[in-house]
Nanobody
Framework: QVQLVESGGGLVQAGGSLRLSCVAS????????MGWYRQAAGKQRELVAS???????NYLDIVKGRFTISKDNAENTVYLQMNNLKPEDTAVYYC?????????WGQGTQVTVSS
């Protein structure tokens, strides 16, 4: 059974940075595309960034140039570096498989950006 554990969220001021981590067990990440998703209060969950097996990355337009997704296959961990954070980035962030989130969702990590 695949387990995903996200961490690294917190409260930051606008313009600040955070680095999220997602440790996966039960799967070898080098064989899977992965994505970071987020869900703001009262909104649907959306895909923010993805990284394919070959390393190709894609981003939601509104985070391009600010967020960077990466993967450490040796550590079986996916990262999301978030810079120049904005209040509209406030959400619970989750990792899951990409292109389809087939794994059970983890608990997520809360990111709150104050203005």
């Amino acid at each position: 059974q695949v387990q995903l554990v996200e961490s690294g969220g917190g409260l930051v001021q606008a313009g600040g940075s955070l680095r999220l981590s997602c440790v996966a067990s039960g799967i070898i990440l080098s064989t899977s595309g992965m994505g970071w998703y987020r869900q703001a209060a009262g909104k649907q969950r959306e895909l923010v960034a993805s990284i394919q097996v070959g390393g190709r990355r894609n981003y939601l337009d509104i985070v391009k140039g600010r967020f960077t997704i990466s993967k450490d296959n040796a550590e079986n961990t996916v990262y999301l570096q978030m810079n120049n954070l904005k209040p509209e980035d406030t959400a619970v962030y989750y990792c899951n498989q990409y292109p389809a989130p087939n794994f059970d969702w983890g608990q997520g990590t809360q990111v709150t950006v104050s203005s």
